[in-house]
């Protein structure tokens, strides 16, 4: 009998809804968190699939109602035989089917859990057929879907062809930290977050050994086991991109006997932090759409540091928006008269409302 215990997404994105109240919004921003405590070892063809996916979304600008990946696709990019790309995609669909977002009120401590397919629709619905996978999103987590497209594209290449299912649980972490030298996590926070956290009851409350009174792990009783059996695979997947990095336990501070407890984890990156003109000439180098558009930003006299900062945010299309906006003006009756101060000041203001409209 397959395992119908339900799963939650392992990417950490934060709660995000369409067409919403600015009202609304900004409540469900203060207010509403997704909870990632439970992390589970989702299958690396699961992990491809959204991968493939979020290519889409972000070269369409947004969710549509339904994606289709073939066989050949799937093959094409990763370069699994077709036999094993046949009987790996039909499992993806139970996998899929049982991941579930729990959405929590800080307010009143209500749970609402969002499953992440639409499993009603009768035309196109989630499911595999003929060498066709169909992935149909709950229509309430659409938003949240679309922050799957953060990654460029080169990223995500390098993203789905990784074996390891660790190496793209920790990929998806470090991400966000990408452009600091180094990072630190909670010990615990991180092995949750990993799929080798606390054993929970019922109740979801941690279980304790009763003999030594620590708690039980799914995995890993020790943390020193679970910081190398985690990070030996990604230290390999990611050596020379720009998270390759260096990993260590860090102590707690304590005086007098017995062995200090590990209470974090430490990661320094091997690479230095890129300034924002290193960071858009390798952007440039791994996408000639970007290369186009940079030439034409740059143009407009919009700095480095800006477009970093919001390059990823606006999208193609929003920076075409941009395009448009500076040449209409530039016909009006009051054309742009310094372009420097005007056109930084103007992708500052539509980025962050760009921002702002997220929540």
Not at 247 to 263: D, F, L, M
Request: glycine share 6%; aromatic share 14%; hydrophobic share 30%.
């Amino acid at each position: 009998m397959r395992n119908s215990q339900s799963k939650q997404l392992t990417l950490p994105f934060e709660l995000m809804q369409q067409d919403l109240s600015a009202e609304y919004a900004e409540m469900v921003k203060q207010n509403w968190k997704i909870t990632f405590s439970r992390q589970y070892v989702s299958s690396v063809y699961a992990r491809r699939v959204m991968g493939f996916i979020a290519a889409q979304i972000k070269e369409d600008g947004e969710v549509r109602d339904y994606y289709q990946i073939t066989v050949d696709k799937v093959i094409q990019e990763t370069g699994i035989s077709r036999e094993d790309v046949y009987r790996r995609l039909k499992g993806v669909v139970y996998e899929l089917s049982t991941i579930c977002y729990f959405v929590e009120s800080e307010l009143d401590g209500r749970v609402v859990p969002r499953h992440l397919l639409d499993t009603t629709r009768f035309e196109n619905p989630a499911g595999y057929y003929n060498g066709k996978l169909t992935v149909a999103f709950n229509p309430q987590l659409k938003g949240i879907v679309k922050q799957m497209s953060h990654y460029t594209l080169f990223e995500l290449s390098t993203y789905v062809n990784f074996t390891s299912w660790y190496s793209m649980r920790l990929y998806e972490i470090l991400y966000a930290y990408r452009d600091k030298q180094s990072v630190t996590f909670d010990i615990e926070d991180y092995r949750e977050w990993m799929g080798c956290g606390k054993v929970l009851d019922r109740e979801g409350n941690p279980r304790y050994d009763k003999k030594t009174g620590k708690p039980k792990y799914i995995k890993y009783t020790k943390h020193t086991d679970a910081i190398s059996r985690t990070t030996n695979e990604p230290l390999k997947d990611f050596e020379g991109t720009d998270l390759e990095f260096k990993v260590y336990p860090i102590y707690e501070q304590r005086v007098g006997r017995g062995r200090p407890r590990i209470v974090q984890i430490g990661f320094d990156f091997v690479k230095k932090v890129m300034t924002p003109s290193e960071r858009v000439a390798l952007w440039c180098r791994n996408s000639e759409p970007f290369r186009k558009q940079y030439a034409r930003l740059k143009e407009w006299k919009i700095t480095d540091e800006n477009i970093v900062k919001y390059a990823k945010v606006l999208g193609e299309k929003g920076i075409n928006k941009l395009f448009y906006h500076f040449t209409e003006k530039n016909k009006s009756t009051k054309p742009i008269a310094e372009r420097e101060k005007y056109c930084n000041w103007y992708i500052n203001h539509v980025g962050n409302e760009m921002k702002t409209k997220e929540f």
